[in-house]
């Protein structure tokens, strides 16, 4: 059983490109999560989506963000107009089905560079 | 979101001393999770502790769900050079979403 699948692993971007990233879950596993770290830095919550739906997407910038989980593919965590600032890992994590205590499981993040 | 205090932000210890770190929380969580990573890695998951009062183990790893299910303890006996890493908490919330601490980095001096 494949764990959670993120790419690509490196992405380097100019300013005012585009960065898609990447997320594929974990077999099974419905839910999935986005979260942003700095370096040295902890994890930063982004958004929560369920196949088709986003579930909570709070902690993602109103503007030139959006993510995404369609019924078949990966999740897609899309970035428009990229500054320096989104510099950053992008994690991603999955669970399995909702109402039920679980574990979230990690990919090994996309580490985007802006230059 | 949710804010989870986790303490300490670093420790530096000697090889074989025993680590302690503890997460709280303003609210109550279903579950308590427990992360180590390492650099350029993702998280990857230690411990899951499902009932307040549960005591878990995995190894030299023990961790503890809260009474008042608004904490969580790890403790790490024995330290090795390869336990060098952040470990993070975590908590689910009864929405499913999962909050994480700001981190503790650790040190072992061989």
Same mark, same amino acid.
């Given at each position: 059983?494949?764990?959670?699948?993120?790419?690509?692993?490196?992405?380097? #971007?100019?300013?005012?490109?585009?960065?898609?990233? #990447?997320?594929?879950?974990?077999?099974?596993? !419905?839910?999935?999560?986005?979260? #942003?770290?700095?370096?040295? &830095?902890?994890?930063?919550?982004?958004?929560?989506?369920?196949? &088709?739906?986003?579930?909570? &997407?709070?902690?993602?910038?109103? &503007?030139?963000?959006?993510?995404?989980?369609?019924?078949?593919?990966? !999740?897609?965590?899309?970035?428009?107009?990229?500054?320096?600032?989104?510099?950053?890992?992008?994690?991603?994590?999955? !669970?399995?089905?909702?109402?039920? !205590? +679980?574990?979230?499981?990690?990919?090994?993040? +996309?580490?985007?560079?802006?230059? | 979101?949710?804010?989870?205090?986790?303490?300490?932000?670093?420790?530096?210890?000697?090889?074989?001393? @025993?680590?302690?770190?503890?997460?709280?929380?303003?609210?109550?969580?279903?579950?308590?999770?427990?992360?180590?990573?390492?650099?350029?890695?993702?998280?990857?998951?230690?411990?899951?502790?499902?009932?307040?009062?549960?005591?878990?183990?995995?190894?030299?790893?023990?961790?503890?769900?809260?009474?008042?299910?608004? @904490?969580?303890?790890?403790?790490?006996?024995?330290?090795?050079?390869?336990?060098?890493?952040?470990?993070?908490?975590?908590?689910?919330?009864?929405?499913?979403?999962?909050?994480?601490?700001?981190?503790?980095?650790?040190?072992?001096?061989?």
């Amino acid at each position: 059983n494949a764990g959670v699948m993120q790419n690509p692993r490196h992405l380097v #971007r100019r300013r005012g490109q585009e960065a898609r990233l #990447r997320c594929s879950p974990m077999k099974g596993h !419905s839910h999935v999560y986005w979260y #942003r770290q700095l370096p040295e &830095e902890g994890l930063k919550f982004m958004v929560y989506l369920q196949k &088709e739906n986003i579930i909570d &997407e709070s902690g993602m910038p109103k &503007e030139r963000f959006s993510a995404e989980f369609p019924k078949e593919g990966p !999740s897609i965590l899309r970035i428009q107009q990229v500054v320096r600032g989104d510099s950053a890992a992008y994690f991603c994590a999955s !669970s399995p089905v909702q109402g039920a !205590s +679980t574990e979230a499981f990690f990919g090994q993040g +996309t580490r985007l560079t802006v230059v | 979101g949710q804010q989870l205090n986790q303490s300490p932000q670093s420790m530096f210890i000697q090889e074989g001393e @025993d680590v302690s770190m503890n997460c709280t929380s303003s609210s109550i969580f279903n579950t308590w999770l427990w992360y180590k990573q390492d650099p350029g890695e993702g998280p990857v998951l230690l411990i899951a502790l499902y009932k307040a009062g549960e005591l878990t183990s995995n190894g030299r790893l023990t961790a503890q769900f809260g009474i008042t299910r608004k @904490d969580s303890f790890l403790n790490i006996s024995a330290s090795i050079p390869s336990d060098v890493g952040i470990y993070f908490c975590a908590g689910q919330s009864v929405g499913n979403q999962f909050y994480f601490g700001t981190g503790t980095s650790l040190t072992v001096i061989p």
